[in-house]
Every structure is written in C-alpha cells, then in structure tokens.
C-alpha cells in the first residue's frame, strides 16, 4: 500500500530565515504530487504541483519554491520567510493515470516568528 | 473559475442525531471530479469519496451518505447517526479534468463538525 510522509511535523522559524520541507510518497512510481497551505482561516490553498522529475507547476506566486529531485520525493522551499508564510503545509499524491483522488500526508505546521 | 462553497462555518449536534453538510459547486466544465475530505484534529486530511460529474447516484457507505444534485450545483453530505468520533472539520473539493490527472483540488472554506456527547 501507499504511504505519504512529511518532515518535519512541526517547524518554528524566525522571520529572513530559511525553509525546507519535504514529502516523501512509498509504494507507488510516477505519482503526481502537490503542495497545499492551510492558512488560518482554514482555508486550502494549491502552491505546487509536480507530474515528474524537474517539473513544477506554481499556482500562486509567492517566496516559496518546490522542488522534484527524484520520484517520489517532493520538497517546499523558501530563501527568507515571511510572517505570512505560517500556516499549515500539506503534501499529496495521485496516480498518474486514471485516478484522480488525492491523498494527503500529515503535514507541516509551520510557525513563523 | 470554479468555486466551492460551504455556507456551514460550524455546525454542533448532539450525539445521535442526524446532520447534513452542504456544498454547492461553481464550474463551467461539464466533466469535474467532487471530493469530501475529514480533518480531525491532527490535521491530516482524510479522503472520504469522490464523485464524477456523469455519475448522479447517491452514495451510501455505513452511516455517510452523500446526495449529488446537478440541477443545483450541490453535493451534500449527511452523517446519520452522529457520534463523537465524527466530530472534525469537513471540506468539500473540486477538480477539474484536463485528462492528465494533474490538477489540484478547489476546496471550500469547510464545515466545523462537534458531536456533543
């Protein structure tokens, strides 16, 4: 079976800092993969998404980055954080093919001081 | 654009009653995907069912049942039965097809579920 991982769970950083976070997908090869922000409001929001190796999707512009460096390996960055990037950051997958439904990871509670 | 709405900000109950979630859904598409996620306070989301846009039936699975309706953009989910385990935020989502699978979900600002005990 498939299974979806996000590291860190938590994460505090000051403001100007650095960011990295990663999502890892097992059991499947080729999947789609997504960046989600669940702000304050609760809200859901698509930043990124990726069908391959190298190829990244944004959908909002902004001072984060994604990256696809292998398969099933899915990484949000960003050089220096705002107090607006705090928030809730979810990973999911899809098959490729057919299959729409996407499955979300635990995420990343990101706090932004 | 397409658009979701749940007019529903929280909803509380008491346990064993009956409650409906709505969603209605904004899209010029004729083909679109409908989805319901669970988010119970660890924060992962949980898929829940997913609807395509030539398949009206309704859906029964144990004490969820969701009621897809077309003709008034909307696809409601009802908990029969509440418990407190159903307590959880619940968003309503939208995709598109554009053939590739790739794209992601439009969600709604979601319903804030408490079964109270």
């Known amino acids: 079976s498939q299974t979806i991982h996000q590291w860190p769970a938590t994460l505090v950083q000051p403001v100007g800092s650095p960011l990295s976070l990663e999502c890892t997908v097992e059991?499947?090869?080729?999947?789609?993969l997504y960046w989600y922000r669940q702000a304050a409001g609760r809200g859901l929001q698509l930043l990124f998404y990726?069908?391959?190796?190298?190829?990244i999707s944004s959908e909002v512009p902004q001072n984060l980055s994604a990256s696809r460096p292998q398969d099933r390996q899915f990484i949000l960055s960003s050089k220096k954080l705002l107090l607006s990037d705090s928030g809730f950051y979810l990973c999911?997958?899809?098959?490729?093919?057919?299959?729409?439904?996407?499955?979300f990871g635990p995420g990343t509670r990101l706090t932004v001081l | 654009a397409q658009k979701v709405t749940q007019a529903q900000t929280e909803i509380s109950v008491v346990e064993k009653e009956d409650v409906t979630l709505d969603c209605v859904y904004e899209?010029?598409?004729?083909?679109?995907?409908l989805f319901w996620y669970k988010q119970p306070p660890s924060g992962e989301l949980v898929f829940l069912i997913r609807?395509?846009?030539?398949?009206?039936q309704n859906e029964i699975s144990g004490r969820y049942s969701w009621n897809f309706q077309k003709s008034t953009s909307s696809f409601n989910f009802t908990i029969t039965a509440s418990q407190v385990v159903d307590s959880a935020v619940y968003f309503c989502?939208?995709?598109?097809?554009?053939?590739?699978?790739?794209?992601?979900?439009?969600f709604g600002k979601g319903t804030h579920l408490i079964i109270q005990p």
């Open positions: 999911a997958w899809s098959p490729g093919r057919d299959t729409d439904t996407q499955y």
């Open positions: 990726s069908v391959g190796i190298g190829q």
């Open positions: 609807r395509n846009s030539f398949d009206e």
């Open positions: 989502a939208l995709r598109l097809d554009s053939g590739g699978g790739a794209d992601g979900l439009t």
């Open positions: 059991g499947t090869s080729n999947p789609n």
């Open positions: 899209t010029r598409d004729t083909t679109y995907y």
